[in-house]
């Protein structure tokens, strides 16, 4: 029977957790890869603990490779950080984690998942909406969709400002400059 961390409990000391994740599209961007994990019966992105002296970049990408397998994943900007509490019985703690999540893309497909997730799937945005049963991977999804939307930033002056021409309060050139 699937299990779900047990609520907070005021009177349990409490410690805290950094991890790092990612949420993972395919290459062309269409879809976002998402791990089953069997003993909670949910749908998540990977992400794990980061070691002491580990980067938050750097745990992401082990944390790709342990949960996923996969090795061809390129970092791309961090998305947020999220943070939650929960009670984990097994220690009889409270547990305040803080996630900071990364845009990742790859070109693989064939995710090999470690023995907690009993699969794995690419699905469209829309569908992974759907699956995540927490709101704080919902959020994570919807800032990785919009920075996915964006056209890349202008790289010169065709569309952007030229350097050292002076403009006026709407954008153009100065009145004195018009032909």
Not at 14 to 25: K, M, Q, R, Y
Not at 47 to 72: N, Q, Y
Request: positive net charge; proline residues 9%; aromatic residues 8%.
């Amino acid at each position: 029977m699937p299990t779900s961390p047990e609520p907070y409990r005021p009177d349990a000391p409490i410690v805290a957790e950094l991890a790092a994740g990612a949420v993972i599209v395919s290459e062309v961007g269409v879809e976002v890869l998402l791990l089953h994990q069997k003993d909670e019966d949910r749908w998540c992105f990977p992400k794990g603990h980061v070691d002491p002296g580990e980067s938050l970049g750097a745990c992401a990408l082990r944390e790709i490779r342990e949960e996923t397998g996969l090795d061809a994943v390129e970092l791309d900007a961090e998305l947020g950080e999220v943070s939650y509490r929960f009670f984990r019985s097994s220690s009889g703690q409270n547990v305040y984690k803080s996630v900071v999540y990364f845009l990742a893309r790859t070109r693989e497909r064939a995710v090999r998942p470690e023995p907690i997730f009993d699969r794995y799937d690419w699905v469209p945005v829309a569908t992974a909406v759907g699956r995540l049963r927490y709101d704080t991977d919902r959020r994570m999804l919807a800032t990785a969709a919009r920075r996915l939307s964006r056209p890349p930033p202008s790289s010169g002056p065709k569309g952007g400002r030229t350097r050292g021409r002076p403009r006026n309060k709407t954008g153009g050139p100065p009145s004195a400059l018009r032909a």
